[in-house]
């Protein structure tokens, strides 16, 4: 028999409910991904010189009792979800949809997330998570950066938003989405190509449509690639949210 070193909060004391301390299930419903946990939990009280990444099989290949520490180790959760977001962009967009539908199942407020991804369509969050999963740490983060693909029109806008869609914005967009009513391909390339077209003939720079076209796509001044947006969103949709947010 042999003990693992104890496990601290970030203040160097025992880890108790006063840190936050969470049974396993919590974890889950935090959105971290079982690999991801085992890989930051190996990482505590025993290394394999300076591997921070490694699979369960790896762990168990190279793990010796001889190279666990004495010295009570650290919980960083921070640590832990820079571990789990490389686990999140491994995984393929199945993988993550069969991940969100079990942590949505299980956590008390994800009913409505639920019913609006599945009214809106698996296979259209399957064709938003390129683009979701490198600013993501956890499978809440997915969530959170699919809220512009399941929330309901007219979409609410955050602060930014607003903020990029006064002045002259509204009229732009007006003119944008009858140039954009036109394109036949609606495909990341080919939308990339309209807008930047258009940006030309009104004397703009690309970003100077480009954000305001983002502000009225997603309610926000961050987002995947906006044509990616567009291209995930449909013509239909894309053209209806422009239209809410034209003057």
């Not at 840190?19 to 991904?33: D, K, P, S, T």
């Not at 991804?117 to 983060?141: I, N, S, Y």
């Not at 009858?178 to 190509?193: G, I, K, N, R, Y």
């Not at 003939?201 to 009225?216: E, T």
Request: overall charge neutral; proline content about 5%; aromatic content about 6%.
């Amino acid at each position: 028999m042999a003990h693992i070193p104890l496990i601290h909060g970030a203040d160097g004391a025992k880890l108790s409910k006063r840190h936050g301390a969470l049974g396993v299930e919590a974890y889950r419903e935090l959105g971290f991904l079982p690999e991801g946990l085992r890989n930051y939990l190996c990482r505590l009280g025993w290394s394999h010189g300076d591997d921070e990444i490694f699979s369960t099989e790896q762990a168990i290949a190279w793990f010796d009792i001889a190279d666990v520490n004495r010295a009570p180790a650290r919980l960083d959760m921070a640590k832990l979800a820079d571990v789990n977001s490389h686990y999140i962009r491994q995984a393929s967009e199945q993988q993550l949809i069969g991940r969100l539908k079990d942590l949505l199942a299980h956590r008390a407020d994800g009913a409505s997330s639920k019913a609006r991804l599945e009214a809106v369509g698996w296979d259209r969050l399957a064709a938003a998570l390129p683009g979701l999963k490198p600013r993501a740490k956890t499978l809440l983060d997915l969530v959170d950066g699919a809220a512009w693909l399941i929330a309901e029109r007219p979409l609410p806008l955050d602060d930014k938003a607003k903020k990029l869609l006064d002045g002259d914005a509204r009229p732009l967009l007006t003119r944008l989405k009858a140039e954009l009513s036109q394109v036949s391909d609606w495909q990341p390339a080919a939308l990339e190509t309209a807008v930047k077209a258009f940006a030309a003939a009104s004397g703009q720079k690309l970003g100077q449509v480009a954000q305001p076209l983002r502000a009225a796509l997603t309610g926000r001044a961050v987002s995947p690639p906006v044509f990616d947006v567009m291209a995930v969103l449909g013509r239909a949709e894309t053209l209806a949210r422009i239209q809410d947010q034209a003057a």
